[in-house]
């Protein structure tokens, strides 16, 4: 039988990090469990709870509106810097896929990202995506 494995919870609240300093001992124990977690784990959570319900529901729709777009459409973007394309579909880690958008927050990056592959073919990615971006 498996080991349960527990994902680690790092609150990044206003309350939690009330006092933080850079360099302070508070900072140092901040940046040792992020390191921790990340080669123990290579995952963790962070707690904030400012951000509404509706808008991490509305993100996790688009996310997946985006990543069930079709494997074709999806390799369709393209950069010729590194990690700035889609990487998907990899016999050595079959489960991981991305995009890397360059300035995503702004409206002429995302739409850069957007219209040439996707707005045409699915018209509903931009209007989930919006939201996102500009939240």
């Known amino acids: 039988?498996?080991?349960?494995?527990?994902?680690?919870?790092?609150d990044i609240s206003v309350e939690a990090l009330e006092g933080l300093e850079t360099?302070?001992?508070?900072?140092?124990?901040?940046?040792?469990?992020?390191?921790?977690?990340?080669?123990?784990?290579g995952i963790f959570f962070l707690v904030y709870d400012k951000i509404p319900t509706s808008l991490r529901e509305e993100i996790f729709v688009a996310l997946k509106t985006l990543f069930d777009l079709p494997e074709e459409t999806k390799n369709k973007h393209v950069n010729p810097r590194p990690y700035r394309s889609y990487l998907g579909k990899c016999p050595v880690i079959p489960f991981h896929e991305s995009f890397g958008v360059d300035e995503a927050p702004t409206l002429d990056a995302s739409q850069a990202f957007t219209n040439p592959h996707v707005a045409r073919r699915e018209p509903k990615f931009l209007v989930s995506l919006l939201p996102i971006i500009f939240c």
Not at 23 to 41: F, G, I, P
Request: proline fraction near 3%.
């Open 23 to 41: 360099k302070s001992e508070k900072w140092k124990e901040l940046c040792d469990r992020v390191r921790e977690a990340c080669e123990t784990h």
């Open 1 to 10: 039988m498996a080991a349960k494995v527990e994902i680690p919870f790092l």
